[in-house]
């Protein structure tokens, strides 16, 4: 951890309580001494030719040139007729992988105390292919695209993860009972790369009995991996049974190694600029980023302060049943550094 040039990490603050958060996770890792600088990029207010959206394309090359990032949550206008941010970013930095790990938090009581599960998302096709359209007045149609290519890169993703973070075992989440051919080639794809990796449990879930089980007792889980749509529900399903959305971080993969972090939830536009977020999710998520650069030490210490803060009790945000503001919680998790 003792590097005397600073590590450029792209940071984009981002929509609704973004700023609030990330300013959180930029007080914090100042009190680590973290070896980073930081290099902030904000959506444009108009759309930027190249990337045909809000982002702006030396926001894209900071990322592609830093290889790694953190997110703050960025909002997606219905209807307005432009690309999502995140659908932009996540086709044009080929971010096919996103791992939500969720694990109860010592000391804040749930119904569960032994949540500890990784969600893995592909991140590029599904039913978030983006191809929707009209077919004629009062019928509209959207493709669910999913390709060999695509599946077997999460699916290699998701072994190689159990494998080299001591898993044991990993489920493929589908509906190919119904979706014969989309969910069963995804399926088809996770059973081909199960062959390679014979010291891994592979099992396949259908979503629904997934939902139940994951309700019912989610220590029966380990690694889960999931087509697009599933993955962004299965995920949250997931965070409320720890605790809710200000506590879950996630972690985008692409290819060529770039790792951009950040937090499962949204811009949160009913408590933005109220100073009531809870940065713990972009915290964590900023921890992720830390342990990706392998500042495993800086990485350890400033998990140990926002679960030891949360563990204490005396400060925690309005999601969490307590009565402190994102600066407070944000000072108190300083302190414990
Ligand atoms: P949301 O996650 O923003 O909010 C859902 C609920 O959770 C709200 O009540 C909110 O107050 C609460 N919440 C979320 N994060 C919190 C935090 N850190 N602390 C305390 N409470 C928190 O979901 P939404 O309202 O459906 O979406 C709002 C906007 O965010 C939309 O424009 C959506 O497209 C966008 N969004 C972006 C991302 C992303 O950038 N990755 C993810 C999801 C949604």
Same mark, same amino acid.
């Given at each position: 951890d003792s590097?005397?040039?600073?590590i &450029?990490v792209t940071?984009?603050?981002g !929509?609704g309580i973004?700023p609030?958060i990330? =300013?959180?996770?930029?007080q914090?890792f100042?009190?680590a001494?973290?070896?980073?600088?930081?290099?902030?990029?904000?959506v444009?207010d108009?759309?930027d030719?190249?990337t045909q959206?809000?982002?702006?394309?030396? $926001?894209l090359e $900071?990322v592609?040139?830093?290889g790694?990032g953190?997110?703050?949550p960025?909002a997606? @206008?219905?209807?307005?007729?432009?690309?999502s941010?995140?659908?932009?970013l996540?086709?044009?930095?080929?971010?096919y992988?996103n791992? &939500?790990? /969720?694990?109860?938090? @010592?000391g804040?009581?749930?119904?569960?105390d032994?949540?500890?599960l990784?969600t893995i998302?592909e991140?590029?096709?599904?039913e978030?292919?983006?191809l929707?359209?009209?077919?004629v007045?009062?019928v509209?149609?959207?493709l669910k695209?999913?390709t060999r290519?695509a599946?077997l890169?999460?699916?290699?993703?998701?072994?190689?993860?159990?494998?080299t973070h001591g898993?044991? &075992?990993v489920?493929?989440i589908?509906?190919a009972n119904?979706?014969?051919? *989309?969910?069963?080639?995804? %399926?088809k794809?996770?059973?081909?790369?199960?062959?390679k990796y014979p010291?891994i449990?592979y099992e396949?879930?259908?979503?629904d009995?997934c939902c +139940?089980?994951?309700?019912?007792n @989610?220590?029966l889980?380990d690694? %889960?991996? +999931?087509?697009?749509?599933?993955?962004?529900?299965?995920? !949250?399903l /997931?965070?409320?049974?720890?605790?809710?959305l200000g506590? *879950?971080?996630? /972690?985008n993969?692409?290819?060529?190694?770039?790792c951009l972090a950040?937090?499962v939830?949204?811009?949160a @536009?009913?408590?933005?600029g109220?100073?009531?977020?809870n940065?713990t999710?972009?915290?964590?998520?900023g921890?992720?980023?830390l342990q990706h650069?392998?500042?495993q030490?800086k990485?350890g &210490?400033?998990? !140990?302060?926002i679960l030891n803060?949360?563990?204490e009790?005396?400060?925690?945000t309005v =999601?969490?049943?307590?009565?402190?503001?994102t600066s =407070?919680f944000?000072?108190?998790? /300083? !302190?414990?550094?």
């Amino acid at each position: 951890d003792s590097l005397s040039t600073p590590i &450029r990490v792209t940071l984009f603050p981002g !929509d609704g309580i973004g700023p609030e958060i990330a =300013d959180s996770v930029k007080q914090v890792f100042r009190a680590a001494e973290v070896p980073i600088e930081w290099e902030e990029h904000y959506v444009g207010d108009q759309i930027d030719p190249r990337t045909q959206s809000f982002l702006t394309w030396e $926001s894209l090359e $900071s990322v592609r040139r830093n290889g790694v990032g953190l997110k703050g949550p960025m909002a997606t @206008p219905i209807g307005k007729g432009h690309r999502s941010l995140n659908l932009t970013l996540r086709k044009e930095l080929n971010l096919y992988a996103n791992v &939500r790990p /969720c694990n109860s938090l @010592p000391g804040y009581k749930t119904r569960y105390d032994d949540v500890n599960l990784i969600t893995i998302r592909e991140n590029t096709e599904g039913e978030y292919s983006g191809l929707e359209h009209q077919v004629v007045r009062g019928v509209v149609e959207s493709l669910k695209i999913i390709t060999r290519q695509a599946s077997l890169r999460v699916a290699e993703y998701a072994f190689h993860y159990a494998k080299t973070h001591g898993r044991e &075992r990993v489920s493929a989440i589908h509906k190919a009972n119904i979706m014969r051919k *989309t969910d069963g080639l995804f %399926l088809k794809c996770c059973r081909e790369v199960a062959e390679k990796y014979p010291e891994i449990t592979y099992e396949e879930v259908v979503i629904d009995t997934c939902c +139940m089980m994951l309700v019912k007792n @989610p220590a029966l889980f380990d690694v %889960l991996v +999931m087509p697009n749509l599933y993955g962004d529900i299965i995920s !949250d399903l /997931c965070a409320g049974l720890i605790g809710g959305l200000g506590l *879950t971080p996630s /972690c985008n993969i692409g290819e060529g190694g770039i790792c951009l972090a950040e937090a499962v939830h949204g811009s949160a @536009p009913d408590i933005a600029g109220k100073n009531l977020a809870n940065p713990t999710a972009l915290l964590l998520s900023g921890v992720a980023m830390l342990q990706h650069l392998k500042l495993q030490d800086k990485a350890g &210490r400033i998990q !140990d302060a926002i679960l030891n803060t949360i563990a204490e009790g005396k400060y925690r945000t309005v =999601d969490l049943g307590g009565t402190s503001s994102t600066s =407070d919680f944000t000072k108190a998790v /300083c !302190d414990h550094l």
